[in-house]
């Protein structure tokens, strides 16, 4: 009997063990306050540009020569005085 009861307070440490090890292995859950939004566990992550993107386009009085700032990413070089345009998504 006393080797039973033994074995049986091993187990349920080695249980108690196993659960306190896996809680602090876990990554946390989402914030729990009101100015969280419900669908905030179901966003999209973030979308980078390539790090080639210098976010320039041609413009310029003559489009052919300028690379000028824009928005968008995209990736513009001169090559002998031309405007050379490129897609870095």
């Given at each position: 009997?006393?080797?039973?009861?033994?074995?049986?307070?091993?187990?349920?440490?080695?249980?108690?063990?196993?659960?306190?090890?896996?809680?602090?292995?876990?990554?946390?859950?989402?914030?729990?306050?009101?100015?969280?939004?419900?669908?905030?566990s179901l966003a999209v992550p973030q979308a980078f540009a390539k790090p080639t993107c210098n976010f320039k386009a041609c413009g310029g009085s003559r489009h052919n020569e300028a690379c000028n700032p824009v928005n968008t990413a995209s990736q513009c070089t001169n090559y002998k005085g031309f405007c050379i345009i490129g897609n870095c998504t």
């Open positions: 009997m006393r080797r039973s009861v033994q074995f049986a307070l091993r187990f349920f440490l080695l249980i108690a063990v196993v659960t306190f090890v896996s809680v602090l292995l876990s990554s946390p859950g989402p914030n729990q306050n009101p100015y969280v939004s419900a669908l905030s």
